[in-house]
């Protein structure tokens, strides 16, 4: 049912996993750390199937304007002038981002996979009790050592595709002799419209963000280290509604239930395991044309400010978080 090909996408390598009965399909780049390029998921109209990530154009790929569909790892988001303090010891990250300089979205994203492996494995379609086959992606990468940053952690990261959904699965263990601090997350632009018809943008998308705080940035849209209720305000998307005009470029303190994004026919849903992705940060471009709904362990700058999730741990332990992507019709 399923079947794996190498295809070349802006002359880099590309892996495709495709369903080969209904076409829907994932697309990763695993010389740039497992990027996720493409999703076409079902569409729940009945059209085929819909890719509902906004992706890199070929000339893009390499130039990584947006981080799309990157991994963020060790660390996601930014660290103002790469400078941070682990116990007791500071450090200085490379600068990737020189218009700011700052260090932003860790340092696999530009780095090839290890240990890469495919499969096809059967289960349980939930609620069916029939059984189901679905495409399963494996690969680790380390995360270090490097400059400004000498531990050694290495992340395991596990695809499970079927047809309507992508879930992904982590874990990250410490191969070093000392503790390691690190946090995750993932990049992706998301959009419900079809390729052919995406000049309308995201303004006319209903979205519904389950959190109960939202923590505060200054000017330079970094972390207070305070956190802040959400009910009532302007970013207030605990009950669905209109995305509209408003400029979005925050981080969220999650509660339990799902990110949805809808626009009235085709419901995305985002669902991310709480105790190990507590926070979703949500941006909106230049252009408006997606929105990115990154779930991630940590806030903005966690390394500075330990209190927003940054994770530490000791030789030889392990971390593991998942959270999950699924396309579903709006008529329930």
């Known amino acids: 049912m399923y079947r794996f090909t190498t295809l070349i996408v802006g002359g880099i390598e590309t892996l ?7 076409g829907t399909f994932i697309e990763i780049f695993p010389g740039l750390g497992g990027t996720i390029h493409r999703i076409g ?17 070929h000339k893009e790929i390499l130039e990584n304007p947006w981080f799309r569909g990157r991994f963020l790892f060790p660390f996601n988001d930014r660290i103002p002038g790469g400078l941070y303090s682990f116990e007791g010891r500071q450090y200085c990250l490379p600068i990737n981002e020189p218009e700011t300089g700052d260090a932003i979205h860790g340092s696999i994203y530009n780095k090839p996979v290890q240990n890469l492996k495919t499969e096809i494995v059967t289960g349980m379609k939930n609620g069916t009790g029939k059984s189901e086959f679905s495409a399963v992606i494996r690969w680790d990468i380390e995360g270090g050592p490097g400059e ?34 690190f946090s995750l997350g993932w990049h992706p632009y998301f959009n419900l419209t079809p390729a052919d018809a995406r000049g309308g943008g995201v303004d006319h998308l209903m979205l519904s963000i389950p959190a109960g705080r939202y923590i505060e940035v200054d000017r330079k849209l970094l972390p207070t280290g305070k956190l802040f209720p959400l009910a009532g305000g302007e970013y207030d998307f605990s009950h669905s509604r ?5 400029a979005l470029d925050l981080g969220f303190s999650m509660l339990d239930g799902d990110v949805i994004l809808s626009d009235g026919e085709r419901r ?6 709480k105790k190990s992705f ?12 997606s929105i990115a709904l990154e779930p991630v362990s940590a806030g903005t700058n966690a390394f500075n400010r330990p209190n927003l999730g940054l994770n530490t741990l000791k030789p030889g332990s392990e971390w593991s978080g998942w959270f999950s992507v699924g396309l579903y019709s709006s008529r329930v």
């Open 41 to 57: 998921l079902k569409d729940p109209k009945g059209e085929g199937v819909l890719n509902i990530l906004t992706c890199d154009s």
């Open 278 to 289: 507590p926070y979703l940060q949500a941006f909106i471009p230049p252009g408006r044309g």
């Open 148 to 181: 400004g940053y000498p531990f050694k952690p290495v992340l395991s990261v596990k695809l499970l595709f079927s047809g309507d959904s992508l879930t992904l699965s982590f874990t990250v263990r410490n191969r070093g002799e000392t503790p390691l601090p």
């Open 268 to 273: 995305l849903v985002v669902r991310q395991g």
């Open 242 to 246: 209109r995305i509209g005009r408003g």
């Open 16 to 22: 495709r996993c495709e369903n080969r009965k209904n």
